[in-house]
């Protein structure tokens, strides 16, 4: 029930193309969390969302609640973008969140 | 900008040990949580705590864990007899509150269990 599904668990990417990370969930999410983790092991949020769109610089992340799907993506790839990007939701009125594998993102100059 | 720390940034430990983990939040977040992460895994949540008690906790979070906010800033977890498979990178975080404000993390601490 609480499975948190990314694809693709690898993504190689030449510099400059659009990226397009995506996660699946179960039902009942009450908010979605896009983080970034770099090489080094630090975690950084990059976006909390329960509904429609949000942008920040390069990246915009969307979600379909009635699809149960949301998406990252990134403009203009960079090399500086090559992380492990994951997706992690909360259900109803929970404090857990539920953490996917990660997406392994590597942009070639 | 403030920032969630956690000391040490690396514990080797012996099997059988008791090792504490320590984090300091952003001052004005009221939301505090643990992680873990074992190597090549995804991270998993172990506790939330909210109001100087556990709100919530997982499945890993058994009786060999514990967490506590002894003095208003740090934030700590214990594990009182660490096993090999506890060996990970242990990550906290905070938030200030709310079903959709965003979590902040630090930057780990790597224990090794030997």
């Known amino acids: 029930k609480n499975e948190v599904e990314q694809s693709p668990q690898n993504l190689t990417a030449q510099e400059g193309e659009f990226i397009t990370i995506n996660c699946s969930y179960s039902v009942g999410i009450s908010a979605l969390h896009w983080l970034q983790q770099h090489p080094g092991g630090g975690i950084v949020s990059l976006f909390m969302l329960s509904s429609g769109k949000k942008k920040h610089g390069r990246l915009i992340a969307t979600i379909n609640i009635q699809e149960k799907h949301s998406s990252l993506h990134i403009t203009a790839s960079h090399p500086r973008d090559s992380a492990v990007y994951i997706c992690?939701?909360?259900?109803?009125?929970?404090?857990?969140?539920?953490f996917g594998t990660g997406t392994s993102l590597t942009v070639i100059p | 900008e403030p920032e969630v720390t956690q000391t040490p940034s690396h514990q080797v430990t012996q099997m059988g040990q008791e090792v504490i983990l320590r984090c300091v939040p952003i001052?004005?977040?009221?939301?505090f949580y643990w992680y873990r992460q074992i190597l090549g895994q995804k991270v998993e949540f172990l506790v939330s705590?909210?109001?100087?008690?556990?709100?919530?906790k997982s499945e890993i979070f058994d009786d060999q864990f514990s967490v506590e906010r002894p003095d208003g800033s740090n934030f700590t977890l214990k594990i009182r007899s660490t096993k090999l498979e506890d060996s990970a990178m242990y990550f906290c975080?905070?938030?200030?509150?709310?079903?959709?404000?965003?979590?902040?993390f630090g930057p780990g601490t790597r224990l090794t269990v030997t």
């Open positions: 001052s004005n977040h009221l939301y």
């Open positions: 992690a939701v909360r259900y109803g009125n929970g404090n857990q969140f539920y």
């Open positions: 705590f909210y109001n100087n008690e556990i709100s919530e």
């Open positions: 975080a905070s938030m200030t509150g709310g079903a959709h404000y965003e979590q902040y």
